[in-house]
């Protein structure tokens, strides 16, 4: 039987368990052994990681082959149009090739959202959006790179979900184990 580590990282930890320039780190939060990250997260973005002891699990949930889908929750700048919408689904023109279609949609403010500390930079004049976002491959830094390819700077990302496994009833800094 194999379990699965499911965390909601906070904003601003690294996705390992040292860091050499003591910055935050997984070991600040996790306390199993032998677990190791399925898939990475970014140390300015929040929310679901997987971490598994299970080379075949880990290797399921973060090759970009097996397309497994991870919905993310995206405070923009501004307020994108159904053509920026439209172009995210279809597929952004970044350096590194087109992002594949994804999934896009407005979406309220996500309820019991936690604070971010720092919070997020706000311009009086510039209204904000959130956005949920559902991609099924994992180039560096791609939300961020999306939503800034049409116009729209990602403020805040916040990781909901991998496959079929949420951030629900998971607090900031707090994981559980599923044994699968």
């Known amino acids: 039987m194999s379990s ?3 965390f909601n990282k906070p904003f601003q930890v690294m996705c390992q368990f040292t ?3 003591g910055r935050k780190t997984l070991a600040d939060f996790i306390d199993v052994p032998k677990v190791y990250v399925a898939g990475r997260l970014d140390y300015d973005s929040e929310g679901l990681l997987a971490l598994t002891g299970d080379g075949k699990l880990q290797h399921k949930i973060a ?3 097996n397309k497994m889908s991870k919905t993310y929750w995206v405070q923009v700048e501004g307020i994108p149009d159904e ?3 439209r172009q ?3 597929g952004v023109e970044l350096k590194d090739g087109i992002t594949k279609p994804a999934e896009a949609r407005l979406m309220a403010e996500p309820e019991n959202l936690w604070q971010r500390d720092p919070p997020i930079r706000e311009r ?3 209204p904000t959006q959130w956005l949920e976002l559902t ?3 994992g180039k560096n830094r791609q939300v961020r790179r999306m939503t800034a390819a049409v116009g729209h700077p990602t403020l805040r990302l916040i990781r909901y979900a991998i496959g079929s496994w949420t951030l629900d009833d998971l607090n900031v ?3 559980r184990i599923l044994d699968l």
């Open 4 to 6: 699965l580590l499911l």
């Open 19 to 21: 860091d050499d320039q």
């Open 63 to 65: 090759n970009p082959k």
């Open 83 to 85: 053509a920026s919408l």
């Open 88 to 90: 995210l689904a279809k």
């Open 124 to 126: 009086k004049l510039i």
């Open 135 to 137: 991609i099924k491959e």
């Open 173 to 175: 800094g707090e994981y």
